[in-house]
């Protein structure tokens, strides 16, 4: 069983009275990332009609199996009497590979379309709810807020068939994959704040640091399987608390005493470039 490219690229509604079933998926946008398409009876009857729109991938189930899967967009007939086709699209050699290494057998017994969402989801937010430690390479010990957003998309299908979408649902929503990934993409930004760190990047430099922090995040989730791939990591901003505050303004107050050769007063603890006190007047000794 597989899919078969058709020269057209368009049917009208009429047309679609000339097939039996007539698939295809209007619901995938921003937030809802998963659709589950079925036919009446749960059976794909032969020579149907599939429609792939831009941004999607159709996967092919049948009894808990992938039968084919395309990435490219147009419109095929469902053929009980070919082989797998695997239109790439966008993915080239790598959808292959994806196939190759696909081992997932759902318990549905049901024959049904996954039309999965290719676009980058954006606009989602994260950031830390207590202070977090940062091994900063001139602060020393430095514990940082911070808040952002992050984009993702799904790059592996086939993976994130098998590893987070539970094969009965209908539909599966932006909302429901964050909320999945909340732990792996927080212990994937922690891992990488200390890979920064190692690389002796200053707190007050991790802004400026989004390419580099979103490499390390890929590293950490691929190891973990879940098909997801995120596009970019953007800090808005991060905040030292209060007590590191404190610290790094007394080292920088001691770094302007050793560039200046100036000293501090001891009365009033001001920053002292003459003789006398700007702040309090007192006679400083030389």
């Given at each position: 069983?597989?899919?078969?490219?058709?020269?057209?690229?368009?049917?009208?509604?009429?047309?679609h009275?000339?097939?039996?079933?007539?698939?295809?998926?209007?619901?995938?946008?921003?937030?809802?990332?998963?659709?589950?398409?079925?036919?009446?009876?749960?059976?794909?009857?032969?020579?149907?009609?599939?429609?792939?729109?831009?941004?999607q991938?159709?996967?092919?189930?049948?009894?808990?199996?992938?039968?084919?899967?395309?990435?490219?967009?147009?419109?095929?007939?469902?053929?009980?009497?070919?082989?797998?086709?695997?239109?790439?699209?966008?993915?080239?050699?790598?959808?292959?590979?994806?196939?190759?290494?696909?081992?997932?057998?759902?318990?549905?017994?049901e024959?049904?379309?996954?039309?999965?969402?290719?676009?980058?989801?954006?606009?989602?937010?994260?950031?830390?709810?207590?202070?977090?430690?940062?091994?900063?390479?001139?602060?020393?010990?430095?514990?940082?807020?911070?808040?952002?957003?992050?984009?993702?998309?799904?790059?592996?299908?086939?993976?994130?068939?098998?590893?987070?979408?539970?094969?009965?649902?209908?539909?599966?929503?932006?909302?429901e994959?964050?909320?999945?990934?909340?732990?792996?993409?927080?212990?994937?930004?922690?891992?990488?704040?200390k890979?920064?760190?190692?690389?002796?990047?200053?707190?007050?430099?991790?802004?400026?640091?989004?390419?580099?922090?979103?490499?390390?995040?890929?590293?950490?989730?691929?190891?973990?399987?879940?098909?997801?791939?995120?596009?970019?990591?953007?800090?808005?901003?991060?905040?030292?608390?209060?007590?590191?505050?404190?610290n790094?303004?007394?080292?920088?107050?001691?770094?302007?005493?050793?560039?200046?050769?100036?000293?501090?007063?001891?009365?009033?603890?001001?920053?002292?470039?003459?003789k006398?006190?700007?702040?309090?007047?007192?006679?400083?000794?030389?």
């Amino acid at each position: 069983m597989g899919l078969i490219k058709s020269p057209f690229t368009s049917i009208t509604s009429t047309l679609h009275d000339n097939w039996e079933d007539y698939i295809t998926c209007n619901e995938l946008n921003d937030e809802i990332l998963v659709v589950k398409k079925k036919t009446k009876d749960g059976v794909i009857s032969n020579k149907s009609r599939i429609e792939v729109k831009p941004n999607q991938i159709a996967l092919i189930f049948s009894n808990g199996k992938i039968l084919d899967a395309t990435a490219d967009a147009g419109i095929y007939t469902f053929d009980k009497s070919s082989s797998p086709t695997l239109y790439p699209g966008i993915y080239g050699r790598k959808f292959r590979e994806f196939w190759d290494n696909f081992n997932y057998q759902g318990t549905n017994m049901e024959q049904a379309i996954f039309y999965i969402s290719t676009k980058e989801i954006t606009d989602n937010k994260f950031g830390s709810s207590s202070p977090v430690f940062y091994s900063d390479p001139k602060y020393e010990n430095v514990y940082i807020r911070y808040y952002g957003v992050y984009s993702f998309k799904i790059d592996n299908p086939f993976t994130f068939i098998s590893n987070i979408l539970e094969n009965q649902k209908d539909i599966y929503t932006k909302e429901e994959l964050v909320n999945f990934l909340y732990t792996d993409f927080a212990k994937a930004f922690d891992l990488s704040l200390k890979k920064c760190a190692s690389d002796r990047v200053i707190f007050s430099d991790l802004v400026n640091k989004q390419s580099l922090i979103t490499k390390y995040m890929n590293e950490t989730l691929k190891e973990n399987s879940k098909g997801i791939e995120i596009v970019n990591v953007n800090i808005q901003k991060i905040v030292p608390d209060n007590e590191s505050r404190i610290n790094i303004d007394n080292i920088k107050k001691e770094e302007m005493v050793q560039k200046t050769n100036s000293k501090f007063c001891p009365n009033c603890g001001n920053l002292v470039t003459g003789k006398f006190c700007s702040e309090c007047g007192m006679k400083i000794e030389q």
